[in-house]
């Protein structure tokens, strides 16, 4: 694992290297005082983590936390301040972490923590709900002939295992929609085709079936939602208030997980 490490004060620069170096003796460390130097050195080394000084002369940490996604799309990025001010700015830059100066080995520790325990998941099932919705198995997409066989799967996921009657499923994908029999028959229509598109691709057991009511198995996927509700780093990088978009059900979800990720410092 290779840390960044940039601060324009030499004294604190040293500080923040020796500590990680007593926690990860394994790690390589490439210190900086000056962002420019820092950001072309994460041009030409694979670079994990990035931990950056705000309030630096020149160029602040927050553009070149910007600078350095742009090169390293993947890197985490830990803020180093003795300023709490700046705290908002940095998560919604969807920062990793926030230390508060003077850094203690404690606090990295935790914040280490965090990035060691993103791991890419081994289901062959993966869902994701950022940026609009998706499913793949084996790396391939799932093809369902009807939008709205896709949208209820989609509602399904966002209760998280909870049992949804036919009649709430119904009430949220055709919101004012009367429900009547023809509406009822269409709905039948739509969830045997989930049921098919998900057999198809060999992932029907994500689907639970119950007596006029179904629901998703959580432990049969991945999915980015629930790992960001878990704290996953990789997870709330990749958030960017853009919770399944195409879903007017989900707008009051999008924005919980927009207000969790501001909290989230303050329970860390």
Not at 46 to 74: C, N
Not at 104 to 123: C, G, M, Q
Request: proline fraction near 5%; charge should be negative; hydrophobic fraction near 40%.
């Amino acid at each position: 694992m290779n840390f960044l490490v940039v601060d324009d004060e030499p004294l604190q620069l040293r500080e923040i290297a020796s500590v990680l170096r007593r926690l990860r003796p394994e790690a390589e460390i490439f210190p900086y005082t000056w962002p420019d130097e820092a950001l072309e050195s994460a041009k030409a080394h694979p670079m994990d983590v990035a931990f950056l000084d705000i309030q630096m002369g020149g160029m602040t940490g927050l553009e070149l936390a910007v600078r350095l996604k742009k090169v390293k799309p993947d890197i985490h990025i830990i803020f180093v301040t003795g300023y709490a001010d700046y705290a908002v700015d940095a998560f919604a830059m969807h920062a990793t972490g926030y230390l508060l100066k003077p850094v203690t080995e404690e606090a990295v520790s935790r914040e280490l923590t965090f990035v060691y325990n993103s791991r890419p998941s081994e289901k062959r099932i993966q869902v994701k709900t950022f940026g609009g919705f998706d499913v793949y198995a084996d790396g391939q997409p799932v093809r369902f002939r009807r939008a709205k066989a896709k949208e209820l799967l989609a509602y399904l996921v966002d209760r998280r295992g909870s049992s949804v009657t036919t009649g709430e499923a119904y009430a949220a994908l055709f919101e004012d929609a009367a429900d009547t029999p023809s509406g009822k028959s269409y709905f039948r229509t739509i969830l045997h085709e989930l049921i098919a598109a998900l057999k198809k691709a060999q992932a029907e057991e994500i689907l639970v079936k119950g007596h006029n009511s179904f629901a998703v198995d959580p432990e049969t996927f991945d999915c980015d939602y629930y790992r960001f509700l878990q704290g996953d780093p990789a997870a709330v990088n990749a958030f960017q208030n853009d919770y399944m978009q195409s879903y007017s059900w989900a707008e009051i979800r999008n924005a919980e997980l927009d207000f969790w990720e501001y909290r989230e410092p303050e329970r860390r």
